[in-house]
C-alpha cells in the first residue's frame, strides 16, 4: 500500500494512492498514519480490504498539499557514510561499524514543502536517502532478517545539511543536521510487502535540473536489515521511529572547488524508484 497524509500542516487526514493512482481518504477508518497504526495488523487489514473492495472515497488532489507520511514521529536515527561510493567521494575508509547520529521529528516537513536556508549558512548540502519506518517494537534482535521483520515500510528522505554547521563548528554533527525543514519526507510511505527487497533500489536527486546523485541501496555498506538490527542493541526502536539509511555518492561536499552549495531559490528534486518523488523550493530563513 502507499500512505500518506494530505492538508495543510498540522491538519493532515490520513489518504491511500490506490494501485490506479487515485487518491483515496482513508479518515473514516483510521485517525492518522502513524506508529499506533503500523503496529496494529487488525487495522492495517481492513485498509487493505477496504481497497480491494473499492469503498474508499475519492479526493480530488488538485490544490492538496502532501504533507510528510507518516505523523507523531518518534525518533529519526541516521546512518551516516553508509555507501561505499560515498565513502570513496569523501576519501575516507568505509566505516567498521554504522555511524550514527540523530535528526529531531520537527525537522520533519512535506516532499513538496519550502526548504530554509539557515541564517548564516555557506555549505547547505543535500542527500537523497532511504527512510526505513519500524512497524514493531525493536530491542536486541539477532539477525539482519529480524531487522527487516520489523519494517513497516518505506519512504524517500532528504537528509539536508550544512557542513560547515557539521564539520566545522566544533562538537557532533547534529548542529548542520537539525535546522528547521532539514528532513522533507515522503510523498508516500510504501509497505515493505509492496516494496520487497530493499537493496535494489536506485535513488536520484537533481539540483536546477542537474543530476547530481545517481545510486543504488545495492551501495550501501550495511543493508537496512543490519542497520536495524545495530541499532537496536543501543536502542529500542518502536512503532513510528524512523531511520535515515545514508546516502550515495554526488553530494556537494565531496565534489571539487568550486563545490556547488545550495542557495535560496535553488530548486532541489529527489526520487527513489517506487517510493515517489520530491520537490523542494529554498528559501532564506
Known amino acids: 500500500m502507499k500512505l500518506l497524509r494530505v492538508g495543510t500542516a498540522g491538519a493532515e487526514r490520513p489518504a491511500l494512492l490506490d494501485a ?67 565513502s570513496g567521494e569523501m576519501g575516507v575508509e568505509p566505516p567498521t561499524e554504522p555511524v550514527v547520529f540523530f535528526k529531531a521529528p520537527d525537522t520533519v516537513v512535506g516532499p513538496n514543502d519550502t526548504v530554509l536556508v539557515p541564517r548564516g549558512s555557506t555549505k547547505m548540502d543535500h542527500e537523497v536517502e532511504l527512510a526505513v519506518v519500524i512497524g514493531r517494537t525493536a530491542r536486541y534482535l539477532e ?41 522533507p519526507l515522503g510523498p508516500w510511505l510504501v509497505t515493505a510487502d509492496e516494496v520487497g527487497a530493499p537493496q535494489t533500489l536506485p535513488l536520484r536527486l537533481w539540483v536546477n535540473g542537474e543530476l547530481r546523485q545517481d545510486g543504488t541501496t545495492a551501495e550501501q555498506i ?44 535553488d530548486v532541489v528534486e529527489l526520487e527513489i524508484d517506487g517510493l515517489g518523488r520530491q520537490r523542494q523550493e529554498l528559501k532564506d530563513a
Open 20 to 86: 490506479g493512482g487515485v487518491l483515496r481518504d482513508l479518515s473514516g477508518l483510521v485517525t492518522d498514519i502513524d506508529g499506533a497504526l503500523l503496529a496494529d495488523d487488525a487495522a492495517l487489514d481492513r485498509i487493505r480490504a477496504a481497497e480491494s473492495d473499492g469503498g474508499l472515497p475519492e479526493l480530488d488532489p488538485a490544490g492538496l498539499r502532501v504533507g510528510p507520511p507518516l505523523g507523531r514521529i518518534g525518533k529519526i536515527v541516521c546512518i551516516g557514510m553508509n555507501y561505499h561510493d560515498h
Open 143 to 183: 539477525s539482519a532478517q529480524a531487522g527487516l521483520a520489523h519494517v513497516a515500510g518505506y519512504a524517500v528522505a532528504h537528509d539536508v545539511s550544512e557542513r560547515e554547521f557539521q564539520m566545522e563548528r566544533g562538537g557532533t554533527w547534529d548542529k548542520g543536521k537539525n535546522c528547521e525543514t532539514f528532513n
Open 222 to 265: 550495511f543493508p537496512v536489515g543490519e542497520v536495524v538490527r545495530y541499532v537496536s542493541h543501543f536502542m529500542t526502536l518502536y512503532p513510528g521511529d524512523v531511520i535515515n539509511t545514508g546516502t550515495p555518492a554526488g553530494v556537494a561536499v565531496g565534489r571539487p572547488e568550486p563545490k556547488p552549495f545550495l542557495r535560496a531559490g
